[in-house]
């Protein structure tokens, strides 16, 4: 008969899997172990709402009430340049013409621009906070996509006006007629309202690891997209798709404009008629090159640069000084506009 201390021991390691199938039969569970523990890792936040917090532009406490002074200024003359430009076309029966209809319209998606991303980071500042809610994080990207994309249209509308001012000045009024006016804005509305729910449907499918830190001071759809722990590759497909569609079809349409206005003008024999025909729309190259070209810094600086910092002063440009500066550029350059501002002016003196 064998004696069983010279048997080796063998140390047999529990299958918690097993036994934790077995014990939820039995209606009770391992000390220490919850079967969803047991059946799958820990992932932070993937039923609650992620908490967001926006870095904003500086940690520094001393520069606080500088910052605060200095956006509250700005977003104040957006506001007032914006509606005084609005007020005076609206007051002024010369300006009731389709050109400033859609500069209008141009001003009231400026003040809306503005709105979506500036009065938050004012709050924060204030506060001395840095947390936005998820909903509310989610309505910034949807107004912030919705107001970014609409500029864009306007601008590609406000060209093809132009493109039909200069080219068949005889038939302007005909073919941008009151109907046609409304109508080409209401379709650059829907457009820009389809990929603003596009931009919430992809953000709001995101799934984030842990509390979202942003280095910025609004949430950004593509920061939003890079700190996200699930897979991104077909909503980044998608977002570049999205962009090269209603980005660069309103900029193709505008260059295309452009060569046919700059084309018509260069037919025309005399240096004053050139300049005449040229300055109706200069105000408006100036705004295209202006919202064009700082959103292209901001893209080029984001893909080239790894500084969080640079991104957040190429945004600064992009959302806050553009709609800012929009006023100035059509008030300095246009007669129209400073006549009509004056005349209000003194009719509420």
Known sequence: MTSSATLPVLRMEPDHSLLAGQDRDRGFSLPGYSPAEIEQPELQNQTGDPEILLLGLSNDPELQPLLFGLFLS??????????????????????????????????????????????KMLVNIQTYSKSITYAGCLTQVTFFSLFACLESVLLAVMAYDRLVAICQPLHYLVIMNPHLSGLLVLLSFFIS?????????????????????????????????????????????????????????????????????????????????????????????????????????????????????????????????????????????????????????????
């Not at 000084?321 to 004056?342: E, Q």
Request: charged share 10%; net charge neutral.
């Open 74 to 119: 700005m977003y104040l003359v957006t506001m007032l340049g914006n509606l005084l430009i609005i007020l005076a076309i609206i007051s002024d029966s010369h300006l009731h013409t389709p050109m400033y209809f859609f500069l209008s319209n141009l001003s009231l998606t400026d003040i809306s621009f503005s709105t979506s991303t500036v009065p």
């Open 193 to 349: 309202l389809l990929d603003s729910q596009l931009h919430y449907l992809m953000v709001s499918q995101l799934t984030f690891c842990a509390d979202v830190e942003i280095p910025h001071f609004f949430c950004d759809p593509s920061q939003l997209f890079n700190l996200a722990c699930s897979d991104t590759f077909i909503i980044n497909i998608l977002i570049y798709f999205i962009g090269v569609i209603l980005g660069g079809v309103p900029l193709s349409g505008i260059l295309f404009s452009y060569y046919k206005i700059i084309s018509s003008i260069l037919r025309v024999p005399s240096s004053h008629g050139k300049y005449k025909a040229f300055s109706t729309c200069g105000s408006h190259l100036s705004v295209v090159c202006l919202f064009y070209g700082t959103g292209l810094g901001e893209y080029l600086s984001s893909a080239v640069s790894s500084s969080p910092r640079k991104d957040v002063v190429s945004s600064v440009m992009y959302t806050v000084v553009t709609p800012m500066l929009n006023p100035f550029i059509y008030s300095l350059r246009n007669r129209d506009i400073k006549s009509a501002l004056w005349r209000m002016i003194r009719r509420t003196a």
